[in-house]
Nanobody, 113 residues
């Protein structure tokens, strides 16, 4: 069974940083675009960042200059480095494997003083 397991979320003060990880098992990420999404309860999930197999990365406007998506194909893991966090970044963050349309269970990020 394919698994995507996110980790690294938590409580952080405004201006702080977090690094999220998404460990994928039973399917490679090497040949597929991987995404990070976020969602507040009752709202649609919104795309945060994408990483293509060729190395292209794209970001939502709110993440430009603050968030960095990266991948380690050898570890089959995708990362999201989030800096200068704001209270409005509080959400559940999800990893998405575009190749098979699979989601992780999400990790909660809370930005609060």
């Amino acid at each position: 069974q394919v698994q995507l397991v996110e980790s690294g979320g938590g409580l952080v003060q405004p201006g702080g940083s977090l690094r999220l990880s998404c460990a994928v098992s039973r399917i490679t990420i090497r040949f597929y675009t991987m995404d990070w999404y976020r969602q507040t309860r009752g709202k649609q999930r919104e795309l945060v960042a994408s990483s293509t197999p060729g190395g292209t990365t794209t970001y939502a406007d709110f993440g430009q200059g603050r968030f960095t998506i990266s991948r380690d194909n050898a570890k089959n893991t995708v990362y999201l480095q989030m800096n200068t966090l704001k209270p409005e970044d509080t959400d559940v963050y999800y990893c998405y494997h575009r190749g098979i349309g699979a989601w992780g269970q999400g990790t909660q990020v809370t930005v609060s003083s």
